[in-house]
């Protein structure tokens, strides 16, 4: 099938000012302009009558299943109160007929009562019933009674408070039990939902987080065959095209493990540390809205592992061949982790910084230029600056104004030869790829701001670069290259000047190029019309042809 689009806005390095793009099967064979297009034989014809595209999104930091349950279950993201949010909770309480509720996306910060629900809050909405809460960072929970009793020996667990506030290992135990009431066939609808709802903002894969603590074993494993049985793999039956999904498995010492579930890592969700919000992530100075604190607590959040034990984990990721990797925010979480990766090259050399290694997050970083030479991957999320970054947002309220600022250095990263990968961690922020572009180039301290190229690179192509799977040239429009791309509704176009801080990339990919819309804030974003992977389409608004 030989598909040609004509009359659009094609963003591509190779050919600039390309009003046309000719894909043959899988692959495109050619961009150019209309004139040149109407000597083309195609099988089919679409008019874009103006449509931008681009390459198509890569969420390189996703967790399906949550996103399935975030855009059809519980969610409190857009309660106004704390007294809103226990409404809520008592409305679908009514109407579960029993069963455990499962909600996610509170935050106490922006409540006028300043503070999380109580599981005695939550045992009256409930009537009683079995409820887990995750707080909108995903790394500590508010659960009931009944849910506290059907978890053994919780009491005796780091992060168990008896008023149902949970971190640490105590949430993890809670979440596994409260997740565990999800059948089969309904973790298979909710991926479904999660994938088609990226698919519909132009997101060609995503990198599914998974491990024994945020996931399961079964979870990720259903994912994979779910996404195969789309691709008409072997042995999977025919289902309707998704996303792309590149797994990864984040368990210490889990590279047989991650090996068998069928993921390309042994990292991702591997927590070092947890959560700004929640006062987990890892920090050399202390959280400055703690007030009293119990007797030996540093005020400091934690570090989960010793620094030998990630140095081993990444040795065992290098010599099985697998991507290793950590979960680090804090930056005591991400000094640690440089520490490990320097710790695993005295062992195995230039190996351990060729291997692909990534750190998801790395929001404060103690040295910019020291984690750029050990060759991690900067999985990082935009949208986290723009929901809770500037002077009076969430981060200074947790950290003071002036650690706050330095939070989410992106310019320095791309500048110091990081390569950058984005996403959402969705349901954490949603699915929204314009608008973690928008974040990074307007982000709330201006020193930190990406160019839209930079920005939109990192969200394409650091996206198949961050799974290894950008050697087929797969995040670009060029000739030979996968028929991966997305339409999208959009203003006027700017004209994007050369950016050096692209240097991980070729100099004709660093070359000024037709831009990008205006993406200021107030300013619509582009609105996603197709999305088609390696020459399938997964998604279709009916606008085009």
Known sequence: MRTLLINGRIYSSWARNASALLVSDAEVAWLGDDASASTMAADRVVDLDGALVIPAFVDAHFHTTDTGLSLSGLVLGSAGSLAEALGAVERAARSSGGRPLLGSGWDETRWPEGRAPTAAELDRASYGGVVYLARTDAHSAVVSSALLASVPGIAGLDGYSADGRLTKAAHHAARAVARSAITAGQRGELQRIALRHAAAHGVAAVHEMAGPEISSAEDLAGLLALVAGAAGGAGHAQDEPYPEVYGYWGELRGAAAAAELGAIGAGGDLFCDGSIGSHTAGMLHPYVDLGELPAGDTGCGYLRYDTAELAEHLIECTEAGLQGGFHAIGDAATDQVVAAMRLAADRLGPRV????????????????????????????????????????????????????????????????????AFGADSPVTPVDPWGGVRAAVHPSNPAHALSPRAALTAHTRGGWRAARADSDGSGVLAPGAPASYAVFAAGPLGVDAPDERLSQWSTDERSGVPGLPDLAAGLDLPRCLRTVVRGRQIFDSGELP
């Open 353 to 420: 910084s060729a291997a692909g290694h990534r750190i998801e997050h790395a929001e404060l970083i103690t040295d910019v230029a020291a984690l750029a030479g050990t060759g991690l991957i900067a999985s990082v999320q935009p949208a986290f600056d723009a929901s809770w970054g500037g002077d009076s947002g969430m981060y200074a309220q947790r950290l003071g104004v002036e650690r706050a600022r330095r939070l989410n250095p992106l310019a320095a990263l791309a500048a110091a030869g990081a390569p950058l």
